[in-house]
């Protein structure tokens, strides 16, 4: 079985696939470590994140054994990676790598933005997790705040806020694979639920459509 799992940032995407994967005993993998991975290279090496050419090379170069998930967590790798998602080619080189992935025997579970769209649309189970930008605001800043990147402020929470806009603004309005809710996914919004409430919630829809 493949579950696909899409949403917008800090919408709890994350958390939701790798309990469906460990509930299943699935594979999976995070796409946005990808864009992640890409952007960071360009950054540490300092090339501008608009050179389409250089970032597209080191997409095609790019080893999932070498990305440090716990590094790419930080809001600039965050940022960066919605610059470079934007590039076509960068896209296309990180295709075949997540649609490997997707197909492998038993399946798998993927979480992205164009998972059920463009990487896996025949997908059995589809998933469009969202919640209010506030909401997502939030976690995200407690999230940063316990892991001390951000100071425990009504400023920099509105800072959090004001990303969380502008990478779901680049992310929608993109020509290529803008992040969307593919027609055959069940829309979960969690704003007002708590993590084990949906869990619960993912599982009963992907059960859904298993039978
Ligand atoms: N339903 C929920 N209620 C409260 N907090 C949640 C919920 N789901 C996730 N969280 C928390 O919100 C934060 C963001 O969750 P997560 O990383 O899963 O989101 P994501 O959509 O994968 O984010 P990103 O797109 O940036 O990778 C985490 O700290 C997570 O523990
Ligand atoms: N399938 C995907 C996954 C991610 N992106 C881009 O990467 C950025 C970071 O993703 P996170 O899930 O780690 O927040 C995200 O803002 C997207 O721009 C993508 O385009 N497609």
Do not use: W
Request: with cysteine; proline share 3%.
């Amino acid at each position: 079985m493949i579950v696909a799992i899409d949403g917008p940032a800090a919408s709890g995407k994350g958390t939701l696939a790798r309990r469906i994967a460990g509930h299943y005993r699935l594979p999976h993998l995070d796409t946005g470590l990808l864009y992640r991975g890409v952007g960071q290279i360009m950054r540490d090496r300092g090339f501008p994140l608009d050179n389409v050419e250089i970032a597209a090379a080191i997409a095609e170069n790019l080893d999932l054994a070498d990305l440090d998930a716990e590094k790419l967590r930080t809001r600039e790798a965050g940022e960066a990676a919605s610059v470079v998602a934007a590039h076509g080619p960068v896209r296309r080189a990180l295709l075949d790598l997540q649609r490997a992935f997707a197909a492998q025997a038993g399946g798998a579970v993927l979480d992205g933005r164009d998972i059920g769209t463009v990487i896996a649309p025949g997908a059995e189970a589809k998933l469009f997790v969202t919640a209010s930008p506030q909401e997502r605001a939030r976690r995200r800043f407690r999230e940063l705040v316990g892991r001390g990147e951000c100071a425990d402020t009504d400023e920099a929470l509105a800072a959090v806020l004001a990303d969380i806009a502008r990478r779901d603004e680049r992310d929608s309005g993109r020509a290529d694979a803008p992040l969307t809710v593919a027609a055959d996914a069940v829309t979960l919004d969690t704003t007002d639920l708590g993590i084990e409430q949906a869990v619960a919630a993912a599982l009963a829809a992907v059960e859904a459509r298993r039978r």
